[in-house]
T-cell receptor, first 111, second 112 residues
Framework: DAKTTQPPSMDCAEGRAANLPCNHS???????VYWYRQIHSQGPQYIIH???NNETNEMASLIITEDRKSSTLILPHATLRDTAVYYC????????????FGTGTLLAVQP | DSGVTQTPKHLITATGQRVTLRCSPR?????VYWYQQSLDQGLQFLIQ???????AKGNILERFSAQQFPDLHSELNLSSLELGDSALYFC???????????FGQGTRLTVV
């Protein structure tokens, strides 16, 4: 499986956009980028996924670079409840949900 | 609320004992996954079942076993428990193996 690299921690002011980067330089053409988050000791929560086009849903936006070697998850207006560990995961198209979680990024939203 | 239900929420047991963790997937989901999260190992995939059959296996110990029943609920059996088995155990489900997974709130197992 392709590996991902994320900063261990980030801070963001409440109400501002949170931009979480992920490097996946060895990603293959048939692999999707998935984002999950885990609020303290709760079950991981699916956020968004994409292949090569930018994606947006009610929770976040996902920006994937043209070469697909990196991506950014954007939470447009972060709230205190967005404080969590965010995981960037690469998963092949059609593969099972045998997700390989790395160490993620701890996003701390400050009041 | 993800729609995935896990019971019990907390479990404390002694070394050498056996426990069973239960998971009810979201309505309509055929795939069930089990994950273990310990402080030193992070989130680790254990095993997947699809419509009653084992589909994928991860770092699951031989002392651990799982099954998925005809009503699609799943049980994870942990035996000969050791202190190191203390962890959060999460169940997830998806419509089938290829769509996004939804996780339950986990069972916190403490082995003393």
């Amino acid at each position: 499986d392709a590996k991902t690299t994320q900063p261990p921690s980030m801070d963001c002011a409440e109400g501002r956009a949170a931009n979480l980067p992920c490097n996946h330089s060895t990603i293959s053409g048939n692999e999707y980028v998935y984002w999950y988050r885990q609020i303290h000791s709760q079950g991981p929560q699916y956020i968004i996924h994409g292949l090569k086009n930018n994606e947006t849903n009610e929770m976040a936006s996902l920006i994937i670079t043209e070469d697909r070697k990196s991506s950014t998850l954007i939470l447009p207006h972060a709230t205190l409840r967005d404080t969590a560990v965010y995981y960037c995961i690469v998963r092949p198209r059609g593969a099972t949900n045998k997700l390989i979680f790395g160490t993620g990024t701890l996003l701390a939203v400050q009041p | 609320d993800s729609g995935v239900t896990q019971t019990p929420k907390h479990l404390i047991t002694a070394t050498g004992q056996r426990v069973t963790l239960r998971c009810s997937p979201r309505s309509g989901d055929l795939s069930v996954y089990w994950y273990q999260q310990s402080l030193d190992q992070g989130l680790q995939f254990l095993i997947q079942y699809y419509n009653g059959e084992e589909r994928a296996k991860g770092n699951i110990l031989e002392r651990f076993s799982a099954q998925q029943f005809p009503d699609l609920h799943s049980e994870l059996n942990l035996s000969s428990l050791e202190l190191g088995d203390s962890a959060l155990y999460f169940c997830a489900s998806s419509v089938e193996g290829k769509t996004e997974a939804f996780f339950g709130q986990g069972t916190r197992l403490t082995v003393v």
